[in-house]
Structures are given as structure tokens and as C-alpha cells.
């Protein structure tokens, strides 16, 4: 597994819905695969219009998720209603995965608006492979 991550970052989500909800400070993107908004248009029985909006120059990721009020339309009294099927953006949060052409390799970074980020476990490597192995398993094969 080719990747770096950060070795001394500690996360532990609380809950608190700040990665399914615009702020004050950001306009929240979640986007999803192709694979992802069918799998949750067949498990929830909605048709993939009713949730999502296609996205534009954010390949492999096509579609958008919709929002109520700035909330993800799958956020209910701050909880994901479809936690089991959620996109792998949601899956990854706060965390991102990039590939850096110029090491030849991909790279994981946490964002700082996460109020968790810092708090508690410490992630080791076996976090982040866990990861990695499910964005190889999800993202497309260039």
C-alpha cells in the first residue's frame, strides 16, 4: 500500500453532524460515485433525482448529494438515516485522500474544521489501510 498519512493525528467522531451541514465558513460538496448513488437509490427506494444533483469536473465523483437547508437530505435530527450506505466521502471524513504526482504517491490530511480532530484515539496505520483498502475497492481503476 502506497500512501502517507499523519502519524500523530488522534480522531474520534462525536456525532456533532458538522461534516453532513453547510457553515457559516463552508458550502459542503458531498459528493458521491455512480456506484454509491445507485446502491442507495435501491436500498432506499428513491430515485437517484430525488437526492442527488450531478456534479462537474469532480471525477470519478458524479453526482452531488441534495440539501435541505443546508443539510444533507439523508441528516435526520443529526444523524445519517443512511449511515450503512453512506458515500465513501462521508466515510473518509475528516480525512482526505489525494494522490501527489510529484512523490508518486497518495497522501492522507485531515481537515482542521473537524472539532475532533486532536481528540480522542490516536489512528495508526492500520486505520488509514483500512481506508486506503476501501477506496481501492470503491474508486475506479485508472
Do not use: W
Not at 456506484?35 to 469532480?58: C, L, N, P, V, Y
Request: aromatic residues 10%; glycine residues 6%.
Amino acid at each position: 500500500m502506497d500512501f502517507t498519512y499523519p502519524p500523530t493525528v488522534c480522531f474520534e467522531c462525536n456525532g456533532c453532524g458538522l461534516c453532513c451541514a453547510d457553515t457559516d465558513h463552508k458550502l459542503r460538496h458531498i459528493l458521491m460515485l455512480e456506484s454509491e448513488a445507485e446502491e442507495i437509490s435501491a436500498q432506499t427506494g428513491k430515485h437517484i433525482e430525488e437526492f442527488a444533483g450531478e456534479s462537474s469536473g469532480t471525477q470519478p465523483y458524479i453526482y452531488e448529494m441534495k440539501k435541505v437547508q443546508g443539510d444533507c437530505v439523508f441528516l435526520k435530527d443529526n444523524k445519517c438515516i443512511i449511515y450503512e450506505l453512506r458515500p465513501l466521502i462521508c466515510r473518509f471524513y475528516p480525512f482526505e485522500l489525494k494522490y501527489d504526482a510529484d512523490k508518486g504517491t497518495h497522501v492522507f490530511t485531515a481537515t482542521p474544521e473537524c472539532p475532533m480532530i486532536g481528540q480522542g484515539k490516536l489512528l495508526s496505520k492500520k486505520d488509514f489501510e483500512t481506508l486506503y483498502a476501501l477506496a481501492e475497492e470503491r474508486l475506479p481503476q485508472s
